[in-house]
């Protein structure tokens, strides 16, 4: 990832990959004009122990709300909506939960009210909704830069298996950055390479990938030790249960680990979700596989 940039955003160098699992949403329209009912669906997060406090997550904030409401600012649409998302996606975990949800938004507005809308406009909609929206208004596997607008279509991984593990504890996106802004500001280092070198190494075996995280390089070196302490425990443990690669998604707080073979990323749900257990952690643990690519395939 590059530094801030003059709009206060930062430029990215970074390999976005879509994964089998993660978070449902029912879309339907209704006779209400202009109204929107928004049903959450908290029980799926019972058992990573992210479910927020009641109240703690104004509508307004919510990131579906927010899609339809500039869905409708972009198009004029005034047809009633209702609503149901089933939540997985642990909150704070740098896998793109709010970010899926509001790009599924989109995409099923579009087929249920504007099915002419160009890919262009709903991709700008994406774009005001977050940097990481875009991308999943295509899924599959992309090199994504810029502030997330540049997306370039890659080869998703084939025959590997994911093993996502949530540490008990979320991730401030915008806390993670400043703690990497103040990191460069000492150090004066900033990021070296070809980002479209590093992409076309996706297609190579994991176990050769030079892939690092900005984020993960600052929170093991400084700043919350505790939490560097925890993600260097679970990255050992998942490279020493056979993961080919593994690393931390996003700005934390899930790491990942990328496994060549079906059983040892089996081996590796089951031997650390039993770990866990007897240790009486709150860590969360999910086998899945990387999506070729999603597509409309949220619209039914």
């Given amino acids: 990832m590059q530094g801030l940039r003059p709009d206060g955003y930062h430029d990215l160098e970074s390999i976005f990959v879509g994964l089998a699992w ?4 029912w879309v339907e329209r209704t006779l209400e004009e202009g109204g929107c009912t928004i049903g959450m669906d908290w029980s799926g997060l019972r058992e990573s122990g992210s479910v927020p406090a009641e109240g703690a997550f ?8 927010r899609a339809v409401s ?7 649409f005034q047809g009633g909506i209702r609503i149901r998302v089933e939540k997985r996606i642990p909150l704070g975990a740098g896998l793109g939960g709010g970010s899926s949800d509001a790009a599924s ?3 099923a507005l579009r087929c249920l009210a504007a099915p002419e809308l160009a890919q262009e406009r709903l991709a700008e909609m994406a774009l005001a909704l977050g940097s990481d929206v875009p991308f999943f208004l ?8 810029g502030r997330g607008e540049r997306i370039v279509p890659l080869e998703a991984p084939r025959g590997v298996a994911v093993v996502l593990v949530y540490p008990g504890f979320s991730s401030d996106t915008g806390a993670a950055f400043r703690l990497l802004d103040e990191a460069r500001r000492e150090s004066g280092a900033g990021i070296g390479g070809d980002g479209l070198e590093l992409a076309a190494a996706l297609a190579e075996h994991p176990g050769s990938w030079p892939y690092t995280n900005d984020f993960l390089r600052v929170f093991l070196e400084a700043g919350d030790t505790d939490r560097g302490r925890v993600y260097r425990e679970v990255l050992e443990d998942l490279r020493s249960l056979g993961a080919d690669f593994a690393g931390l998604s996003g700005a934390g707080s899930v ?3 990328v496994f060549g073979e079906g059983s040892a990323a089996e081996n590796a749900e089951q031997a650390l979700s039993g770990r866990m257990a007897r240790a009486d952690q709150r860590y969360w643990v999910q086998k899945t596989f ?3 690519y999603s597509g409309n395939g949220v619209v039914e």
């Fill in 58 to 65: 104004p509508v307004d904030q919510n990131s579906v709300y």
């Fill in 70 to 76: 500039r869905f409708r600012e972009e198009t004029g």
């Fill in 138 to 145: 295509q899924g599959g596997a992309a090199f994504v830069s």
């Fill in 22 to 25: 993660g978070d449902t949403l």
């Fill in 105 to 107: 938004t989109l995409l």
């Fill in 255 to 257: 790491c990942f680990g």
């Fill in 290 to 292: 990387p999506l070729a």
